[in-house]
């Protein structure tokens, strides 16, 4: 759980973070009544200026097939954020998946001016993804556009396996368990010791071969400027396997390849993009905006 204040610049005024395994929504609560306060000081916020809260999060969290999910946890899908975070939170409260969240930070901070067209990849619990056309967030049909993670895995051998059942921290942090390396928790990835290195090797390895074959659409559906990863993994572990998967990709016959570059906002980028999210909805004006003042 991530808490970030953002100034219209886009600069990032204060960032408070707990680290938790499944939180339930009362421990949202608790978190943000620890941490609200802190971070409006620390940011140098005047309460009276603020536009409005952002908040991030994968679509339904609670329902997700994530390892290890807790009983219970079913209840993200019942609970009303908004509502629940009222009292808390006294500014407009707005809402996002993560992934769109994180893809539209990078298109308004990132490199969203060199690369318009982009795919963005969300390493977290899960695997998202999120679609940017001319440095706009494109949702689809149903607001379900970019779920990559969802798609189907052949090479797991069954006919339920996705790609995030490879493709996620937890999936890398359940290897690690098994090869007897507890992680106490994902920044702790960073400081893994030499002997998990076959491990990882072998994650990285197996995320090269479930993504290779999604990539390839999405080169040849979308032809973007290029494919962004970032999320919460370690930099030196997201530039690695995008790398890898470029590797791989390079001896692809198919009409263009996109450069696969980590994204240049990534840890955070759900908390930072669903911080703009305000910014966005208020301050600055959509196209649909623009075509009806221009009537």
């Known amino acids: 759980m991530t808490l970030v204040t953002l100034d219209l610049a886009g600069t990032v005024r204060s960032r408070v973070t707990r680290e938790m395994r499944f939180p339930m929504p009362q421990d949202l609560l608790s978190f943000l009544r ?5 971070a409006i000081a620390q940011g140098g916020v005047d309460r009276t200026r603020v536009v409005g809260v952002g908040i991030a999060m994968p679509d339904k969290m609670g329902s997700i097939a994530i390892p290890h999910a807790p009983s219970g946890y079913a209840i993200w ?13 006294p500014w407009p409260i707005h809402l996002d998946n993560d ?3 994180a893809a539209l930070v990078e298109a308004e901070y990132g490199t969203g001016f060199d ?11 899960g695997l998202g993804g999120g679609l940017v056309i001319d440095r706009h967030y494109r949702r689809g049909a149903s607001n379900r556009s970019g779920e990559i993670g969802l798609m189907p895995d052949p090479g797991l051998g069954s006919e339920d396996a996705c790609v995030q059942d490879t493709v996620s921290v937890s999936a890398l942090l359940d290897r690690l368990a098994a090869a007897g390396y507890a992680v106490p928790d994902v920044p702790a990835l960073a400081d893994l010791p030499d002997e998990a290195e076959p491990t990882v090797a072998r994650w990285v390895a197996d995320s090269v071969r479930a993504l290779t074959g999604p990539i390839i659409a999405v080169n040849c559906l979308v032809d973007p400027n290029a494919i962004l990863i970032g999320g919460r ?3 030196a572990l997201i530039a690695r396997l ?7 990709l390079a001896g692809v016959a198919m009409p263009r390849s996109a450069p696969i570059l980590p994204a240049s906002i990534a840890q955070d980028a759900p908390a930072v993009g669903a911080a703009i999210l305000p910014f966005l909805d208020h301050l600055v004006p ?9 009537r």
């Open 34 to 38: 620890d941490a609200l306060d802190t």
């Open 77 to 89: 899908d019942d609970t009303d954020l908004p509502r629940l975070l009222a009292d808390l939170l």
């Open 99 to 101: 992934a769109a969240a």
């Open 115 to 125: 690369n318009p067209n982009f795919f963005y990849l969300l390493i977290s619990a």
């Open 233 to 235: 993994l370690p930099g």
């Open 242 to 248: 995008a790398d890898a998967l470029g590797k791989r």
């Open 286 to 294: 959509s196209d649909a905006t623009l075509i009806q003042a221009g």
